[in-house]
């Protein structure tokens, strides 16, 4: 029972490079998030899909985008990497009605220096 | 002003006692919430979802919502060692898509 399955789970990336980070559920959700989260900042989000074809910024969209490939796989890129994008990420799934809880995956340690 | 506020901590409870997380949230027609707790390293994980005004209980746990009043807190009895982590209040606001938002999370310590 994999649920959400990110990869991968620590990367360090020179200022400037790129890389995209994978997201995976198998839980058949119509919605997909990707959340980052420092230290006091809580979960910050960074762009969200609600369903399969649509994608929506959240609250900290610049400097990343997103493809949501098909129903299972949400993709969030770096396309120039900065040290202020050092963070841990987090891609979670849920259903779309408002009673629904959303699963993470185990997260992804990003250093950027 | 964010749309989930909490204290961030810590916030300390000697074993055996009731650990009081609370939340506030600023748009009035939000429908679920949800607390999560988070170990250090980890992801987050559901503990608790409520929809309606009152208290819901799940074993040591109870949810309160109040919506008149928009906060939403977490009541941990008999707290336990093994509850020291980090709390994370989460609603899906009708002002944001239904998107689920989340606060900065209030560090819990429960001491021997």
């Avoid at chain 1, 839980?27 to 420092?38: A, G, L, T, V």
């Avoid at chain 1, 400097?63 to 098909?70: A, I, Q």
């Avoid at chain 2, 707290?79 to 900065?104: E, H």
Wanted: net charge neutral; aromatic share 10%; with cysteine.
């Amino acid at each position: 029972n994999a649920g959400v399955t990110q990869t991968p789970k620590f990367q360090v990336l020179k200022t400037g490079q790129s890389m995209t980070l994978q997201c995976a559920q198998d839980m058949n959700h119509n919605s997909m998030y990707w959340y980052r989260q420092d230290p006091g900042m809580g979960l910050r989000l960074i762009y969200y899909s609600a369903s399969e074809g649509t994608t929506d910024k959240g609250e900290v969209p610049n400097g990343y985008n997103v493809s949501r490939l098909n129903k299972r796989e949400f993709s969030l890129r770096l396309e120039s990497a900065a040290p202020s994008q050092t963070s841990v990420y987090f891609c979670a799934s849920s259903e779309v009605d408002t009673g629904s809880e959303a699963f993470f995956g185990q997260g992804t340690r990003l250093t950027v220096v | 002003q964010k749309e989930v506020e909490q204290n961030s901590g810590p916030l300390s409870v000697p074993e055996g006692a009731i650990a009081s997380l609370n939340c506030t949230y600023s748009d009035r027609g939000s429908q679920s919430f949800f607390w999560y707790r988070q170990y250090s390293g980890k992801s987050p994980e559901l503990i608790m979802s409520i929809y309606s005004n009152g208290d819901k209980e799940d074993g040591r746990f109870t949810a309160q919502l109040n919506k008149a009043s928009q906060y939403v807190s977490l009541l941990i009895r008999d707290s336990q060692p093994s509850d020291s982590a980090t709390y994370l209040c989460a609603g899906r606001l009708t002002g944001g898509g239904n998107k689920l938002t989340f606060g900065t999370g209030t560090q819990l310590k429960v001491e021997l």
